[in-house]
């Protein structure tokens, strides 16, 4: 049969397997050293008991220093998916839409607690959907709530039982049956009805459905759809706060424990338990040392830090399925960074500096990306200035909107709730590579936005202080 | 930035790095033990040193007798990869097709080498585009060939040009650009062209794809596109015998090992070691003890083996991007089955025996799933095999076409070439559940199909002869 798809009830009892198991061998290793010593059979017999008790090595945690930063952080509350599930129901009526359909994913994890972690995709389409109910008295927006249905494969039905949500409809489609023909008949939609997918969906789901609905309009869910999602409550907010600055303080762990002549595995190693420590799932960093941090996505070697080497930490992990975004290009104490590597690195700093301040309430989403570019032009780096300067972050690393400088009537609007990342660079490959990345959230009453790890100081100060 | 995608040259270097560090670990705790016992500030140094050498027990690998089954096999060659391209030239053309696209994908790793396993999806689009190339004196199938296209982000063009692939061009969208109007604009197909792309690509960008060429049509690759990749031939039927035979050995050395009272966990561990020491790249099993094994893809529990438990393995690796799948239902010598379970341990048998006869060359996709559901049907375990017969195997687990029982007009017919699971199962909720699974091949010059692991023995004998 194979594929098989692990349901657990909450995103936070999500750990990975293999990491939890080389944590067991951490532990187990000075017991099975202290056990070897004190067998008989090995013949340590002769040991005088004071001495077998003291031998070992006592277990030292790698980071003792970084206690569990966002402990005491909430997860997301029933009462908010219900909430979230209920505009959604209001936004489909105003945009005459009968109903709204998602595979496990990023939205699903915000609408019905679901993600493509919980249920692995595969080709049985297992979906959710929201259709607006109406009471009888409606005639305010009050009055539209969410009515869920979840389609599952009728032979594993008990475990989609076991999914976090009680939905009004378990639809169960038999093997060979048509899922979607079998959804559409038990919703009963008008056949001339419009039907939204989330736009992550697969192709051949949004096509099946298409065919099952042949009268009807089945299209990629639009902009009034996907802004729900974009713009963050405070519930939201303090998670994303957390995991940024658990984030950073697990970079700057690691940076002290850093020195020359480590390999980049070696310091990847090292960050990925600092991140560990400090509470963070499904958490990984880019590490590119020199000019390999001259491709922003990684090369694929080795290298040895040298002492003219810029080391670079691009790491993301996630607290109650909220992401973290992170990055800190950082020297070491005995470090002796070229002069022009260090100038790349303060214009960097100014232009992230100054993006921040032009993300406001009312600038379009290009307005930041323009104002940093422009900084680095001023130096003659805005050639080597190659992405742009941010991505929505949430729920996904990377979801919209996004603050690239397209055209104005491409942008849109910056609103108080976002939250992106600000993230500079500059690359000149064979030389160089230098990012500074901290997220920014757009709050109230606030003239520009803040960094999401100001908590924890923010921005980095310099090379040797990130 | 976060979310950076690995490349790697071949899918045979891809192996998951928790993994191997769990096995560093493994080969770490004998060499620490030896050093903490043979260090003098321990306080060891009276020890003679013939003991202290030969105290350590000597590391031992879990599965000595399980050799490297697929070494002599070669993965697929980079001639196959173009035949593959240029078989697909001419099906476009046929169908009077401008071009084909696909995310990484197993259709990707189909026809260009390139999985999502080495490139990884984000919301920026990474596209492989064949389109056929006629030559001017084209009046017969051999003048038509493959021109393929990457359409790359621009600032990640380096990293693109390291994938194992040399297309005729890199077509590059910077961050502020429309990626598919990039694309269609390097193209240069006629407005009204038809496109085809990949089923599992995601929603979204086959939508923007339509919204950037608003008078051509863009759509899921049709059934004469996507049977291209469902007929297998002798240098993929060679990996996929190899990899499922492989499967086989690795449950067998497991059930050897196994005790009544271990913990499903263990078993999972166990036979995941065996999975790793046969050679085969990310496996994993479903293990479920008892009435766990009732739902057919997994429970929440981590039950103790009983006397009266089956133990049931469904297993799958890769052998060079190829999957296998295998599932054993065992007992062990000490078991004590009761007789109904028994029985319907051999119906299961006597089912999955039949379908393997009843799936022939002309022979339509739903007949052995009717063929394996009336022999359950004579003893009333009819409506507690509640899933399809099998799913065709390859580059995914499970892939087109499918062994179920749909109505005539909806099967298609079995080809040679094709290959299968076969796993016929029953499940009582709360009592048990038995399934039996070998992948078969419909081979040239056979009556009927083959079981992939026939060269290790093919089915199972007994509940203790796995």
Redesign the interface.
């Known amino acids: 049969?194979?594929?098989?798809?692990?349901?657990s009830a909450r995103p936070s009892q999500l750990k990975?397997s293999?990491?939890k198991?080389?944590h067991l061998?951490?532990l187990?290793?000075p017991l099975?050293?202290f056990l070897?010593?004190s067998t008989p059979r090995?013949?340590?017999v002769?040991?005088?008991e004071e001495?077998q008790r003291s031998?070992?090595?006592s277990p030292e945690p790698a980071f003792p220093d970084l206690p569990r930063h966002c402990a005491a952080i909430p997860a997301i509350s029933t009462s908010t998916f219900e909430a979230r599930r209920n505009t959604l129901a209001k936004r489909l009526r105003q945009l005459g839409a009968a109903a709204y359909i998602a595979e496990p994913s990023s939205s699903a994890a915000y609408y019905f607690n679901v993600s493509d972690a919980h249920w692995r995709l595969?080709?049985r389409p297992l979906l959710f959907v929201v259709t607006p109910s109406v009471s009888a008295t409606a005639d305010r927006d009050g009055d539209i709530s969410a009515n869920v249905s979840i389609l599952t494969?009728?032979?594993?039905a008990?475990?989609a039982k076991?999914l976090p949500l009680s939905p009004s409809a378990y639809i169960q489609w038999a093997?060979?049956q048509d899922p979607f023909a079998v959804l559409f008949d038990a919703l009963r939609l008008p056949s001339n009805s419009t039907v939204f997918?989330?736009?992550?969906?697969?192709?051949?789901?949004?096509?099946g459905l298409q065919r099952a609905l042949p009268h009807g309009q089945v299209?990629?869910a639009p902009p009034q759809v996907v802004e729900i999602r974009e713009r963050k409550t405070v519930e939201e907010i303090n998670i994303l706060k957390c995991a940024n600055e658990a984030t950073l303080l697990a970079i700057r762990a690691t940076h002290k424990r850093m020195r020359i002549g480590m390999h980049e595995s070696d310091a990847r190693?090292l960050v990925a338990g600092a991140l560990a420590a400090v509470g963070l799932e499904h958490a990984?960093c880019?590490t590119l040392f020199g000019e390999n941090a001259a491709?922003?996505?990684?090369s694929?070697t080795n290298r040895v830090l040298q002492k003219e080497d810029f080391a670079l930490f691009?790491?993301?992990g996630q607290l109650h399925g909220y992401?973290s975004?992170v990055?800190r290009t950082v020297a070491l104490p005995d470090s002796s960074i070229p002069e022009d590597h260090l100038a790349i690195w303060h214009h960097v700093h100014a232009a992230q500096s100054l993006a921040r301040v032009a993300t406001y309430p009312g600038a379009l989403t290009?307005h930041p990306?323009i104002v940093a570019r422009a900084r680095l032009m001023l130096d003659g780096y805005a050639p080597y200035f190659?992405?742009?300067l941010g991505?929505g972050i949430g729920l996904?690393?990377?979801?919209s909107p996004y603050l690239?400088?397209?055209?104005a009537a491409q942008a849109t609007l910056i609103q108080t709730g976002h939250t992106f990342?600000d993230?500079p660079?500059v690359?000149i490959?064979g030389k160089v590579g230098v990012?500074l990345?901290d997220c920014m959230v757009v709050e109230e009453g606030a003239p520009y936005a803040t960094f999401l790890t100001a908590g924890v100081g923010g921005a980095a100060l310099s090379p040797w202080e990130p």
């Not at 996904?396 to 979801?399: C, F, I, K, T």
């Open positions: 049969m194979g594929q098989p798809a692990q349901i990975p293999s990491k198991r080389t061998w951490l187990l290793i099975l050293c070897s010593i090995l013949g340590l002769g040991l005088g001495t031998s070992p090595p595969s080709e494969p009728k032979f594993e008990t475990r076991l093997e060979e997918i989330d736009g992550s969906a697969r192709l051949f789901v949004a096509d299209q990629n190693e990984g880019l491709l922003p996505h990684g694929g691009d790491c993301t992401w975004d990055t290009n990306d190659t992405h742009r991505h996904d690393v990377h979801e690239r400088g397209v055209p990342s993230e660079g690359y490959e990012r990345e």
